[in-house]
């Protein structure tokens, strides 16, 4: 069965710290991953993509890493700010055409002053 | 760009009414797809459709839920009649698919649902 898992659930640090979140798919075949962000009361934002090829991909201070092989992915934020606060989802999409993604449940990330 | 526009942004109805949720998608995008999103389940794929035609229903919980999208610019999403377990966020998102399957969704801002 496809599956998107994500952890921790939550997690609080402080501000200017960094933290790194993981994501583990079991979806096949593969076709790409994604990172959104979901800020309270809005609709989810892209960050990055990541296809089988790829291992790293940045945008500010967030950096996607892919592992294809163990089907991990990790979102590492970098001297994190109070509008970092917000869910951060992880989705897969399979190879088989079509748009069938996979939402992982995502991660509750608190950053407090 | 307005970005995908949905109306209302909150509904709250009665059990047994007709709730119907709105959402124009952003202009020249030709992918548009209907999400449910639940504290339990997260976010649910709904139906989506591409050139205004459904091309996987299969998320549709029920009968009770049918979606419409009568050109390239608007889309609905009708539930009749609605049950408290529809309480949920809906979201639409539309997405352009000359770039291919790695096309990023653009989400509206959601109808949060509420039938008591």
């Known amino acids: 069965k496809n599956q998107v898992e994500q952890s921790p659930q939550s997690l609080i640090i402080l501000e200017g710290k960094n933290c790194t979140l993981q994501?583990?798919?079991?979806?096949?075949?593969?076709?790409?991953l994604r990172w959104y962000k979901q800020d309270t009361g809005r609709g989810p934002v892209s960050l990055t993509i990541m296809t089988f090829s790829e291992n790293t991909k940045s945008n500010g201070r967030y950096t996607a890493t892919l592992d294809a092989d163990t089907k991990q992915s990790s979102l590492h934020i970098t001297a994190s700010q109070l509008s970092d606060s917000a869910s951060y989802i992880c989705v897969v999409s399979d190879g088989t055409g079509g748009f069938k993604t996979i939402f992982g449940a995502g991660t509750r990330l608190f950053v407090k002053a | 760009d307005a970005g995908v526009i949905q109306s209302p942004r909150h509904e709250v109805t009665e059990m047994g009414q007709e709730v119907t949720l709105r959402c124009k998608p952003i202009?020249?995008?030709?992918?548009l797809f209907w999400y449910r999103q639940t504290m339990m389940r997260g976010l649910e794929l709904l139906i989506y459709f591409n050139n205004n035609v459904p091309i996987d229903d299969s998320g549709m919980p029920e009968d009770r839920f049918s979606a419409k999208m009568p050109n390239a610019s608007f889309s609905t999403l009708k539930i009749q009649p609605s049950e408290p377990r529809d309480s949920a966020v809906y979201f639409c998102?539309?997405?352009?698919?000359?770039?291919?399957?790695?096309?990023?969704?653009?989400f509206g801002n959601g109808t949060r649902l509420t039938v008591t």
């Open positions: 998102a539309s997405s352009l698919s000359a770039r291919g399957l790695g096309s990023p969704l653009h």
């Open positions: 994501c583990n798919y079991t979806v096949s075949p593969f076709s790409n």
């Open positions: 202009s020249g995008h030709d992918y």
